[in-house]
């Protein structure tokens, strides 16, 4: 696939927590850094995003007395998983995966630090009216299409991708350079989702 200097690589929640040993360790999370390096050095534009949650964060299962990780409530602005306390600001869990070699990056996006509100997608928080930034700041730099790596599949790269598009952008998500959680299917859910979005769907080896 040619490259243009309108594409960027977003590279979606690398983060210690989500990978082995950490509090929310996506399976095999560990297998995203290699290929997320090879297209870091290889794309023109870089950006991040980082899960920066503040203590007591709404999504926390612990901040829901007799609620258990992966539990469902019902939040102001809809169904929310619970989710063991991860990614907390200033810990080491919430640093970027030290295997990283993403030195080239333009922007962080840091999103989830609002305490009663999650966020999955880089542009939304969950309750779907919160913007990150994100969206005026490729609009700003002509930046129109977006290839997608990181963690998870299922919750934060899928929802990055269908608000993209749902911005008007062109997105390939790289099919080695995410994982998922996988809660009962939901990584097949989100692929389905992602094809019907219009959003593409490669190899890191297709833009080496």
Not at 82 to 93: F, I, R
Request: glycine share 10%.
């Amino acid at each position: 696939m040619k490259l243009t200097s309108t594409d960027a690589l977003l590279v979606v929640d690398v983060q210690n927590d989500f990978l082995p040993g950490g509090t929310l360790a996506v399976p095999e999370g560990e297998a995203v850094i290699a290929p997320v390096n090879r297209l870091a050095a290889h794309l023109p534009h870089l950006i991040l995003t980082q899960d920066w949650h503040p203590p007591g964060h709404a999504s926390f299962a612990s901040s829901h007395p007799g609620k258990h990780p992966f539990d469902t409530v019902t939040m102001p602005y809809g169904a929310q998983v619970l989710w063991p306390d991860h990614c907390v600001q200033g810990t080491a869990g919430a640093d970027l995966a030290p295997g990283l070699r993403v030195q080239r990056a333009q922007m962080v996006i840091r999103k989830g630090y609002h305490r009663h509100i999650d966020s999955y997608s880089a542009f939304l928080e969950a309750d779907r009216r919160t913007r990150t930034g994100l969206a005026g700041y490729l609009a700003e730099r002509g930046l129109t299409r977006l290839f997608l790596a990181g963690l998870a599949t299922d919750f934060c790269v899928l929802w990055t991708a269908l608000d993209a598009r749902a911005a008007g952008l062109e997105v390939v998500v790289v099919e080695d350079a995410v994982r998922g959680i996988d809660l009962d299917g939901s990584v097949a859910r989100a692929w389905e989702a992602i094809a019907q979005a219009g959003v593409g769907r490669i190899t890191s080896a297709e833009l080496a």
